[in-house]
Structure formats: C-alpha cells, structure tokens
C-alpha cells in the first residue's frame, strides 16, 4: 500500500509540472501568428489524452467550429447554444465533464473513438465567446487537474480571441 500509493503520488506530481510548463509554453504561443491554431496543436500534441482538440466559437445563438485538430472532422460544425455536451456548457458557463459519453443523453457523437469529452467555456467580459472541446479515447480521460489547466488555457484564448477580433475590426 505504502509502495503503491507513493507511486501514484510521484506520478501525480509529475503531471502537475507538466501541466504548470505546458501552461507556460501556451502563454508564449498566444503571441504567435495563428495563435490559436497554434496552441489547439500544441494541446492535441502534447497530452496523449487529448484525441480531439476543437474550439467553438459563439456567432449569434450557435457555436461554430473554429480551429481544430484530430484525426477526423466533425460533422458538428455548428451547434446550437443548449444542445449537445457542448451547447450545455456555453449554456450554463459551466465546465462539463463526461467520464462515459454513452451514459450522456446530451452527447452528440461524432467519433467513434470517443469515450470521454471535456468543454470548457471561454469568457470575455463575463460573456461565454467559445469554449474548448476535446474528446479522449478512453474512459475518465479527464480530471480536475484538466479542467484547472484547461480553464487557465480558455483565459489565454480569450485574450488572443479578442486581440485578433480587434485587428480585423482595424482592417475593416
Ligand atoms: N460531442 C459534442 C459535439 C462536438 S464533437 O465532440 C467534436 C457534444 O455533445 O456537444
């Protein structure tokens, strides 16, 4: 027991630091061109977990599918707000985790692969604009330590969200 839960615990903390430099990493990407096509790869790339990494952003009552990367597309290119996983989370503003997405009424389902989804909204001035999706491949893909991460990753978003509105606004 001893040796079995010191395991777990090294482990653990070992994915806390990889989460804390992951996170260091996506702050230095957000000011890349492209920044956030940039940091969906940097997701899907680097947390073997992450099967599919999307970002919906709000355009009027629906989410559409902005920057992605997977092994497939989804047919889901626009959801309505309120429908799906991840309708109810831009919803509610409220993170959702699905540890069995066939135990999900709400899942709409776009990989076969999928057994577990996380979406995380994306705020700005108090507002959800988008969110992050991402679907994993097995059971319980996700934890808290995903949704403290990935609500981290969703501030820096909004930020490049925001930053590369404005400059099109400025084109215009
Ligand atoms: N499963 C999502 C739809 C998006 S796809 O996973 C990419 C949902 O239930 O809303």
Known sequence: MGWLSGGVQSSRKVRSMDYESAYRTITRLAQEPNAAQV???YLHD???????VGLYWVQGSDLVLGEWKGPEATEHTRIAIGTGVCGAAAASGRTEIVGDVSRDSRYLACFSST???IVVPIFADGSVIGEIDIDGSVLNAFGAEDQRFLGRVAAVLAGVRTRTSAARAARR
């Open 39 to 41: 940091i969906v790869n």
């Open 46 to 52: 680097h947390f073997p977990a992450y099967s599919w």
């Open 115 to 117: 057994k577990s989804e």
